[in-house]
């Protein structure tokens, strides 16, 4: 098992452009997450999903849409790049045994310029 | 609001030193309390924790959750400079959602 996958490692945007960060997992596992994590600080939730077809705001929604057609990807998109986006982020699952550990993705960092 | 408070933000320490580590949390619905270690990447999974007074070991690294008292500590003993990372503490908020803290971040020198 490849576990979770997400592409791009990095990536540098302008003000202003969109970009896809991709999210694949391959355990079956219903429960997908996407954090951000700015320099210093903890992961805060942006969007989630308990399923295929099912997607909920975090704590830092703004800025951002998810989509959950397939149990394996969760792709986050950002419609327009702000300096404020400028943060690593992380996608993570979880099965359906609930408050279990969350499989952690490598992180994506990206810079907005 | 519901939330996750780590002290202290930042320690450094000699390698052998025995450290603890705090968490403290107010979240509705709490299930369990998770510590993770982060080096330069994703975060590893550590320990999760559901009862109270009931410590989990692993090596050099225990952990105990007062759910009284909302709160729960991560100690290392016999610190090495591997150990180097932030350490992030996590509860579950009801059924579905990870709330962090800030992490420590901790420093081992040789």
């Known amino acids: 098992n490849a576990g979770v996958t997400q592409t791009p490692k990095f990536r540098i945007l302008k003000i202003g452009q969109s970009m896809t960060l991709q999210c694949t997992q391959d355990?079956?596992?219903?429960?997908m997450y996407w954090y951000r994590q700015d320099p210093g600080m903890g992961l805060k939730l942006i969007y989630y999903?308990?399923?295929?077809?099912?997607?909920d705001k975090g704590e830092v929604p703004n800025g951002y849409n998810v989509s959950r057609s397939t149990t394996e990807d969760f792709p986050l998109r950002l419609e327009l790049a702000a300096p404020s986006q400028t943060s690593v982020y992380f996608c993570?699952?979880?099965?359906?045994?609930?408050?279990?550990?969350?499989?952690f993705g490598p992180g994506t960092r990206l810079t907005v310029l | 609001e519901d939330k996750v408070v780590q002290s202290p933000l930042s320690l450094v320490v000699h390698e052998g030193d025995t450290v603890t580590l705090n968490c403290s949390y107010e979240?509705?619905?709490?299930?369990?309390l998770l510590w993770y270690k982060q080096e330069k990447k994703a975060p590893t999974f550590l320990f999760m924790l559901t009862s109270s007074g009931i410590e989990k070991k692993s090596g050099r690294l225990s952990s105990i959750l007062d759910k009284k008292e909302l709160f729960s500590i991560l100690n290392i003993t016999a610190t090495q400079t591997g150990d180097s990372a932030i350490y992030l503490c996590a509860v579950w908020q009801g059924a579905q959602k990870l709330v962090f803290g800030q992490g420590t971040r901790l420093t081992i020198n040789p």
């Open positions: 979240v509705t619905n709490f299930r369990s």
């Open positions: 993570a699952s979880m099965g359906w045994k609930l408050s279990n550990e969350q499989f």
């Open positions: 999903s308990v399923g295929a077809g099912i997607t």
């Open positions: 355990m079956n596992h219903n429960y």
